[in-house]
């Protein structure tokens, strides 16, 4: 449902949602935990925070995603990355000190794609 709402640009609803679904994901036990999926709704998270010019809560989950072992990421991470990218190339973000230095970090990320990019199973 996050996604829907991230996309129709609905930030505050797909927060609520990736909130959520982090809280579930990260309760289960780590072998059963899906870590592709936990790291798309960081991406709808942080959409939501720089929406709303909140760039220090928006870094909080950048390098969850970014750190993300090339085992463990999904095809659809890189959509999810491309869209904070994106929205960090808006000129309104881009003046802003905080936004650069997340574009930094997401500069010349990809999701690895081949034998070790994991396909999503839901």
């Given at each position: 449902?996050?996604?829907?709402?991230?996309?129709?640009?609905?930030?505050?609803?797909?927060?609520?949602?990736?909130?959520?679904?982090?809280?579930?994901?990260?309760?289960?036990?780590?072998?059963?935990?899906?870590?592709?999926?936990?790291?798309?709704?960081?991406?709808?998270?942080?959409?939501?925070?720089?929406?709303?010019?909140?760039f220090?809560?928006?870094?909080?989950?950048?390098?969850?995603?970014?750190?993300?072992?090339?085992?463990?990421?999904?095809?659809?991470?890189?959509?999810?990355?491309?869209r904070?990218?994106s929205?960090?190339?808006?000129?309104?973000?881009?003046?802003?000190p905080?936004?650069?230095?997340?574009?930094?970090?997401?500069?010349g990320?990809?999701?690895?794609?081949?034998?070790?990019?994991?396909?999503?199973?839901?």
């Open positions: 449902m996050n996604k829907a709402n991230s996309l129709l640009g609905d930030h505050q609803r797909a927060e609520y949602h990736a909130t959520a679904a982090l809280r579930q994901y990260s309760a289960g036990p780590d072998e059963e935990r899906s870590y592709g999926d936990e790291a798309l709704a960081r991406t709808d998270l942080i959409t939501a925070r720089l929406t709303q010019g909140d220090e809560a928006a870094g909080r989950h950048l390098p969850q995603i970014i750190g993300l072992p090339p085992a463990l990421q999904i095809r659809q991470l890189s959509t999810g990355i491309h904070v990218q929205l960090l190339r808006e000129p309104a973000l881009r003046s802003v905080a936004a650069r230095h997340l574009a930094e970090l997401t500069r990320y990809h999701v690895i794609q081949g034998a070790n990019a994991v396909p999503s199973v839901r």
